[in-house]
């Protein structure tokens, strides 16, 4: 994922901005108190879903739902209407829904410290996260080479970052789609797909036992095991 942390809207093109002239007054009307919430995100997002299902425009997509996120009330009670599962894997964060429909899927994750998720691809998916508390760390790589008889591949390391409160990251299709998540001393974060995750999509997805040390000579160049969880 690219990630930054909370900056004014960027210039837009062309192609996008009639979409975003169809989201201007639901945004006008939230943008005096500077924030706005949960529901008026959902309304703001809808309008630019089409540019999620072209691959030539899912950097416009992340783009626009990035910079909403960053306006975002996190302390909005829709964020938080549903509680995290009693039991949760060790190690691994408690994922409360938030969202659920045929274009989008939000959860919020929360970490203990410690907690963390092994390096996955979310299979023809974009993702857009935002950090709402504590700090995680987060690695990104894009594929570049896979044996799908041995099951391996060669990753190219996109870069690390660490996100903390209204810093956000993003992933397309084409670009750090693969990325892991460490939090050593928890943090909650909102994390939202576009298409949401199915059961095809989830048979899809690749999970990476990434080699700690790059290919000689080329430091940017991992190998790495591929498994299905």
């Known amino acids: 994922m690219e990630t930054c942390s909370r900056r004014e809207i960027i210039t837009i093109g062309a192609g996008a901005f009639a979409l975003l002239t169809n989201a201007l007054p639901i945004l006008a009307a939230a943008s005096r108190t ?3 919430g949960w529901k008026t995100f959902l309304e703001a997002v809808a309008h630019f879903n089409a540019l999620a299902s072209d691959p030539l425009k899912q950097e416009q997509y992340v783009d626009r739902v990035e ?39 939000v959860k919020l994750l929360s970490f203990d410290p410690g907690d963390s998720i092994e390096a996955h691809n979310p299979p023809e998916m974009t993702g857009v996260m935002a950090c709402i508390a504590g700090k995680v760390a987060v690695e990104t790589y894009d594929s570049i080479y896979v044996d799908s008889a041995l099951r391996t591949a060669t990753l190219r390391k996109r870069g690390t970052a660490t996100l903390r409160e209204r810093d956000t990251s993003t992933l397309t ?14 943090c909650e974060i909102i994390d939202i797909f576009t298409p949401p995750y199915s059961s095809n999509r989830v048979h899809a997805t690749n999970w990476y036992d990434i080699s700690n040390v790059p290919i000689a000579n080329t430091p940017n160049l991992y190998e790495a095991h591929i498994s299905h969880v």
């Open 67 to 105: 910079h909403l996120m960053q306006q975002l009330d996190y302390g909005d009670r829709l964020l938080r209407r549903h509680s995290p599962p009693p039991h949760k894997r060790h190690g691994f964060p408690a994922f409360s829904p938030v969202e659920d429909s045929l274009t989008i899927e």
């Open 173 to 186: 299709i084409g670009r750090g789609n693969i990325h892991q998540l460490v939090s050593k001393e928890g």
């Open 34 to 36: 500077g924030t706005f």
